[in-house]
Each structure stands twice: as structure tokens, then as C-alpha cells.
């Protein structure tokens, strides 16, 4: 009986170390958002990168990018990214004045996110000149 119970505790705890190997994605942006700022129209094109490392012990997989309206995604690094490398996402947005308040949307096999799924977001606000 005690090796029986001293088996299953080896197996769970292999397994929990198990299960922490894999892509791990982390981004350089402070709680992943860019923040544009107080921004003049006619003075900024509405270009940002994210930028990214793959911190975990796998290839890390980049299957989609979804933006929200007046946001545009330009590039994307290829979808694979090696252990210990990094990426970028560049986006666009539209510069209608006003707030910014946008949401991308990054599909990855990050075991670091729920579902790999990673929320971008970008936030400001852009004024017309004077």
C-alpha cells in the first residue's frame, strides 16, 4: 500500500512539472497596452509595435490576430517563435479623433494565458491641431 501511494504522489508531482513545460509568451508593454497618449492627428501616423519574447521551453505559435474596428494589424513575425525568441505585432490605428480605447486580440499556445488567448490593448486620446 505505501508504495502504491508513494507511486501515485511521484506521478503527480511529475506531472505538475510536466505540465509547466511548454510556450510561454510575455510582452514588453506594461499589462500588455500601449498607451498612445494625448496625440495630434495631423502629427502621427498611428503606429505602434508590440513587441514579444517567447520565455517558455517550447515553440511558441502565433495562430491568429484579430483587431477591433479603426485598428489595423500591418505585420506580424512569422508564426513560430523559438524558445528565447522574440516577435513583433505592428498595428495601426485609424487617428479619428477622440479617446482610443481598442482591444487586439493575439490566438497563441502560450500556457501562460488562458486558452492562449492575449488581449492587447491601446488607449489615448487624438486631437485635432490647433
Known amino acids: 500500500?505505501?508504495?502504491?501511494?508513494?507511486?501515485?504522489?511521484f506521478m503527480l508531482i511529475?506531472?505538475?512539472g510536466y505540465?509547466?513545460?511548454g510556450a510561454k509568451i510575455d510582452f514588453k508593454a506594461?499589462?500588455?497596452?500601449?498607451?498612445?497618449?494625448?496625440?495630434?492627428?495631423?502629427n502621427?501616423?498611428?503606429i505602434r509595435v508590440f513587441e514579444f519574447t517567447n520565455t517558455g521551453t517550447s515553440p511558441l505559435i502565433v495562430?491568429?490576430?484579430?483587431?477591433?474596428?479603426?485598428?489595423?494589424?500591418?505585420?506580424?513575425?512569422?508564426?513560430?517563435i523559438a524558445p528565447g525568441n522574440s516577435g513583433t505585432i505592428e498595428i495601426k490605428y485609424?487617428?479619428?479623433?477622440?479617446?482610443?480605447r481598442k482591444t487586439i486580440t493575439v490566438e497563441t499556445n502560450a500556457?501562460?494565458?488562458?486558452?492562449?488567448?492575449?488581449?492587447l490593448k491601446i488607449k489615448g486620446d487624438v486631437v485635432l491641431a490647433d
Open 1 to 9: 500500500m505505501k508504495k502504491i501511494v508513494a507511486f501515485i504522489t
Open 14 to 16: 511529475s506531472s505538475i
Open 19 to 21: 505540465a509547466q513545460n
Open 30 to 42: 506594461n499589462n500588455n497596452t500601449i498607451d498612445y497618449g494625448t496625440i495630434n492627428k495631423n
Open 44 to 46: 502621427d501616423n498611428g
Open 63 to 80: 495562430y491568429s490576430v484579430q483587431s477591433t474596428p479603426s485598428c489595423t494589424i500591418i505585420s506580424k513575425t512569422p508564426s513560430t
Open 94 to 100: 485609424t487617428m479619428t479623433p477622440g479617446p482610443i
Open 111 to 119: 500556457i501562460n494565458f488562458d486558452g492562449g488567448r492575449i488581449p
